[in-house]
Nanobody, 121 residues
Framework: QVQLVESGGGLVQAGGSLRLSCAASGRTFNSYTMGWFRQAPGKEREFVARIRSGGSTIYTDSVKGRFTVSRDNARNTVYLQINSLKPEDTAVYYC???????????????WGQGTQVTVSS
């Protein structure tokens, strides 16, 4: 069992930055792919980025060059650094853990409660 707790969201002006954190419980954190997803009001949850246990990363096209996902296995924590924020980045951001995590939400077994990111123009 893995429990995930996100933090770091908030209200920020366009062009600003935030760093989201996701703290995981459990001894097997190192073995999980960690993903970040987001859900804007009235829209479906969408993939943002993921990082495998070995550190390889994938991003959705709309965030490439602005978002950076990283992990600290010693701290059981995954991060999402968000730069050059745009109003369209406004959403609830979720982290997820899955041993076979990919770009698809159904490949993740565990989810956090989400953290709100609001970008004002």
């Amino acid at each position: 069992q893995v429990q995930l707790v996100e933090s770091g969201g908030g209200l920020v002006q366009a062009g600003g930055s935030l760093r989201l954190s996701c703290a995981a419980s459990g001894r097997t954190f190192n073995s999980y792919t960690m993903g970040w997803f987001r859900q804007a009001p009235g829209k479906e949850r969408e993939f943002v980025a993921r990082i495998r246990s070995g550190g390889s990363t994938i991003y959705t096209d709309s965030v490439k060059g602005r978002f950076t996902v990283s992990r600290d296995n010693a701290r059981n924590t995954v991060y999402l650094q968000i730069n050059s924020l745009k109003p369209e980045d406004t959403a609830v951001y979720y982290c997820a853990a899955g041993q076979r995590g990919s770009d698809y939400a159904e490949t993740y077994n565990y989810w956090g409660q989400g953290t709100q990111v609001t970008v004002s123009s």
